[in-house]
């Protein structure tokens, strides 16, 4: 059975920080590039961060940049994401996803490219 589990989510003020957490198991991992993407309330759902399947290369939105590291450990199939200097507009549902792509050399930010997700992680900033 396939599996993805973020945790690691929760409120936290404005300025705060959290560290998810996606936990991969009954799928392939350590082959694949692991992505984050939120959705906000009314919003489509968007590309946050993504690291390659060797953890060499990273890449990230525009909007966390500086604020947020992705990160993996490949003998724990887990991929994480820490949060810092969070403000309200990161307030949503976080997903972790899998590449369908095995040792895919880019880095790739549409949700298509994307086969495996978890269930979510709720964050919310408050201001």
């Known amino acids: 059975q396939v599996q993805l589990v973020e945790s690691g989510g929760g409120l936290v003020q404005a300025g705060g920080s959290l560290r998810l957490s996606c936990a991969a198991s009954?799928?392939?991992?350590?082959?694949?590039?692991m992505g984050w993407f939120r959705q906000a309330p009314g919003e489509e759902r968007e590309f946050v961060a993504a690291i390659s399947w060797s953890g060499g290369r990273t890449y990230y939105a525009d909007s966390v940049k500086g604020r947020f590291t992705i990160s993996r450990d490949n003998g724990k199939n887990t991929v994480y994401l820490q949060m810092n200097s969070l403000n309200s507009e990161d307030t949503a549902v976080y997903y972790c996803?899998?590449?369908?792509?095995?040792?895919?050399?880019?880095?790739?930010?549409?949700?298509?490219?994307?086969?495996?997700w978890g269930q979510g992680t709720q964050v919310t900033v408050s201001s």
């Open positions: 996803a899998r590449d369908r792509e095995q040792t895919r050399v880019g880095i790739k930010t549409s949700r298509v490219m994307y086969d495996y």
């Open positions: 009954g799928v392939p991992f350590s082959s694949h590039t």
